[in-house]
């Protein structure tokens, strides 16, 4: 089994800062991870497929990079609505495993 | 518009068996992709129970392999899980996904609550 590790676990905010969002896996992994935002009371939402490719209704603000076993999401210029728990996933082998999260709060 | 609407009863008892159902409705269960169930226990993270393709093809997590069952029924484009013997390890949130093959969850339930309680 894959295990994903993110880090950090927790980072609070100021709006308009950037936020970076690691996530790495204990084996290569290609491109196949995938990011999510999981607000409060929703199910997560799929924000960024294959590292970096964006997602259509997702703002630009989000990005993603990375291959093999290191992969980043990035939220430029943070906005309010953007305080959630963000979830990495990867999909290159089963059984399909997500990291541990990390809850974004804004000051 | 895919959407998909998990049916749960809520509360299970210990040692019983935990049935859910996914509604599918804006698209065809037999046109494609892996029919998910991923859940998780409250406040904690998000773990991937198995999938189902519309021909019946099942993979599990192991970890959940020997207690889970995913079944489709495409006459009412719905899929379910079964989940045996469950404790109060299995209380959480269920969602179902639409995966299409070594790809992300692209579509999402709102979440089903059950509980596992006498």
């Known amino acids: 089994e894959i295990v994903l590790t993110q880090s950090p676990d927790f980072q609070s905010v100021t709006p308009k800062e950037k936020v970076t969002i690691t996530c790495r896996a204990s084996q290569s992994i290609g491109n196949s991870l995938h990011w999510y935002q999981q607000k409060p009371d929703q199910s997560p939402k799929l924000l960024i497929k294959?590292?970096?490719q964006s997602i259509s209704g997702v703002p630009s603000r989000f990005s993603g990079s990375g291959s093999g076993t290191d992969f980043t999401l990035s939220i430029n210029r943070l906005e309010a609505e953007d305080a959630a728990t963000y979830y990495c996933?990867?999909?290159?082998?089963?059984?399909?495993?997500f990291g541990p999260g990390t809850k974004v709060e804004i000051k | 518009q895919v959407q998909l609407q998990e049916s749960s009863p809520g509360l299970v008892k210990p040692s019983e068996t935990l049935s859910l159902t996914c509604t599918v409705s804006?698209?065809?269960?037999?046109?494609?992709?892996?029919w998910t169930w991923i859940r998780q226990p409250p406040g904690k993270g998000l773990e991937w129970i198995g999938a189902?393709?519309?021909?019946?093809?099942?993979y599990y997590n192991p970890s959940l392999e020997s207690r889970v069952t995913i079944s489709v029924d495409t006459s009412k484009n719905k899929f379910s899980l079964s989940l045996s013997s469950v404790t109060a390890a299995d209380t959480a949130f269920y969602y179902c996904a639409r995966e299409a093959g070594i790809s992300p969850f692209d579509y999402w339930g709102q979440g089903a609550l059950v509980t596992v309680s006498s």
């Open positions: 804006g698209y065809s269960i037999t046109s494609g992709y892996y």
């Open positions: 996933h990867q999909s290159s082998s089963l059984p399909f495993t």
């Open positions: 189902i393709f519309h021909s019946g093809s099942t």
């Open positions: 294959y590292a970096s």
